[in-house]
């Protein structure tokens, strides 16, 4: 396990440490281990959890590949090649053209993770800077980890996003009026705020978070209008 309690933080959001129990391999799980310390150790650490659990994710998906493809479950690092390498790339991207689950990997759920053109984007990458990390370190050369299996590692490449479709007029209208807003409200029986909530939403069309996390002397009236502060970044 790996604790941001012992370097005095917790992240937004988790509350529970960094479980590396499913990297078998001994050496690859130290080796996760001393990257992601090393991350937490620098001043200008990740802000939020996001980078160091895809690091964790794609950690375990190499774990999984190499202990069901590979002699010995790649208990031996030095028995890793090039070839390795790219059979691992391949097998990632067979499971993306097919819609199977990334090896090793699931959801908070419980639920098997499917590979996606993106999780294989978000995988290859992080391996990239674990294994550079490594091999720049000097931690491979520690392990006996070869450097053609470092460097046969490809970078995850650039993601492709698409921006949601705009509501329709009538979706809008239908989405904001008085007496749908108003059963909104009726449904909130503890006044936590959904109907604030969805009209800003709906009006400002800002980040979901930075709505539900607005505090209470952000949102006020004024003059018969309804006003809304945020910092911007």
């Known amino acids: 396990y790996l604790d941001t309690n012992y370097w005095g933080f917790r992240f937004p959001q988790r509350r529970s440490p960094f479980d590396l129990r499913a990297i078998s391999q001994r050496w690859l799980r130290n080796l996760a281990w001393d990257y992601l310390a090393a991350q ?18 794609s950690v375990v998906c190499l774990s999984a590949y190499l202990a069901d493809c590979e002699p010995g479950g790649g208990a031996d690092p030095s028995s890793l ?3 390795t390498a790219r059979e691992f790339v391949a097998d990632l991207k067979r499971c993306v053209s097919n819609g199977e689950p990334v090896r090793g990997v699931f ?3 419980g639920e ?9 984007s978000l995988t290859l990458g992080a391996l990239r800077r674990v294994m550079r990390w490594a091999m720049e370190s000097g931690a491979a050369a520690d392990v006996g980890l070869p450097r053609e299996f470092v460097v046969a590692i490809p970078a995850g490449g650039a993601m ?9 007029d009538p979706a809008l209208r239908a989405l904001s009026d008085p007496a ?23 009006r400002c069309g800002r980040r979901i978070g930075e709505v539900v996390q607005l505090r209470l002397d952000c949102v006020g009236e004024h003059l018969g209008r309804t006003w809304l502060w945020v910092d911007m970044t």
Request: proline share 11%; aromatic share 4%.
């Open 40 to 57: 937490l150790d620098d001043p200008g650490h990740p802000r939020t959890q996001g980078p160091l659990e895809q690091v964790r994710r």
């Open 112 to 120: 098997p993770s499917i590979a996606t053109a993106t999780t294989s």
């Open 107 to 109: 959801n908070v759920s």
């Open 180 to 202: 749908n807003v108003a059963l909104l409200d009726g449904m909130d029986p503890n006044d936590i705020g959904l109907a604030d909530i969805w009209s800003i939403q709906v």
């Open 160 to 168: 492709s996003f698409k921006n949601p479709r705009p509501f329709t």
């Open 81 to 83: 090649s090039e070839s």
